[in-house]
C-alpha cells in the first residue's frame, strides 16, 4: 500500500491483487460502452452516492481491486476505501480468467454478496451469489433472451439483451 501512497504508480492502470501489482487490459470502446449502460442501470444507487466506477475495494490488505462498478453499503470515506459491497460487477472483454478466479475469490473472501461477471465475447452475464470460504457457492450464468434478476432493492431485473444487445 506504501506505493500506492507514494504516488509512483500513479497514471499507471494497475491493481493489487494478492500482493501482486497487476497490469489493467485498456478499455475497448465495448468495454466502456457496456460500463456506461450499467452506470445507467444503477442510477438510483448513483444518486444515493453508493455507486463507484472503477474506484479500489479494499478488500485485504494486500488486495485492492478496481472493479468495473461497486454498490457500496456506506458512503465513501476521505481515509480508506471500502473493503466489501453488497453489488460488484467485472466486465469482461480479456480478463475472464482473472476475474472467475483471483477476483472472484477476493470478493467472496470480502464478502461480497453479488459478484456480476459480464462475459462480452459469450454475450451472457455470469452472476454469483452466496460468499462462503473464499468462493461463491451459487452461479447462474444469464444469456440472450434471459432476464438477470435484480440485483438490489430499488434496481430493476435487467434483460440481457438490454445490456449486450447493441
Same mark, same amino acid.
Given at each position: 500500500m506504501r +506505493? /500506492?501512497?507514494?504516488?509512483?504508480?500513479?497514471?499507471?492502470?494497475?491493481?493489487?491483487?494478492?500482493?501482486?501489482?497487476?497490469?489493467?487490459?485498456?478499455?475497448? $470502446?465495448?468495454?466502456?460502452?457496456? +460500463?456506461?449502460?450499467?452506470?445507467?442501470?444503477?442510477?438510483?444507487?448513483?444518486?444515493?452516492?453508493?455507486?463507484?466506477?472503477?474506484? $479500489? @475495494?479494499? /478488500?485485504?490488505?494486500?488486495? !485492492? $481491486?478496481? &472493479?468495473? @462498478?461497486?454498490?457500496?453499503?456506506?458512503?465513501?470515506?476521505?481515509?480508506?476505501? &471500502?473493503?466489501?459491497?453488497? @453489488? /460488484? +460487477?467485472? !466486465?469482461?472483454?480479456?480478463?475472464?480468467e482473472l476475474d472467475r478466479s483471483v477476483k472472484a475469490g477476493l470478493y467472496a473472501t470480502a464478502e461480497v454478496a453479488t459478484l456480476w461477471i459480464v462475459d462480452v465475447p459469450a454475450g451472457a452475464i455470469e452472476v454469483r451469489t452466496e460468499p462462503r470460504t473464499g468462493s461463491y457457492r451459487r452461479v447462474s450464468v444469464y444469456q440472450a433472451g434471459d432476464v438477470v434478476p435484480a440485483p438490489l432493492a430499488d434496481v430493476a431485473a435487467l434483460p440481457v439483451a438490454d445490456l449486450l444487445g447493441g
Open positions: +506505493i /500506492v501512497e507514494s504516488g509512483a504508480l500513479e497514471g499507471q492502470r494497475v491493481e493489487l491483487l494478492d500482493g501482486i501489482i497487476t497490469e489493467m487490459s485498456p478499455q475497448s $470502446p465495448e468495454h466502456a460502452a457496456i +460500463i456506461q449502460r450499467l452506470s445507467a442501470y444503477l442510477a438510483g444507487a448513483a444518486a444515493q452516492g453508493l455507486l463507484r466506477v472503477q474506484l $479500489p @475495494l479494499a /478488500v485485504s490488505d494486500d488486495s !485492492v $481491486p478496481e &472493479p468495473d @462498478l461497486a454498490v457500496v453499503d456506506t458512503q465513501a470515506s476521505r481515509t480508506r476505501h &471500502p473493503s466489501t459491497a453488497a @453489488l /460488484v +460487477i467485472e !466486465v469482461a472483454v480479456t480478463s475472464h
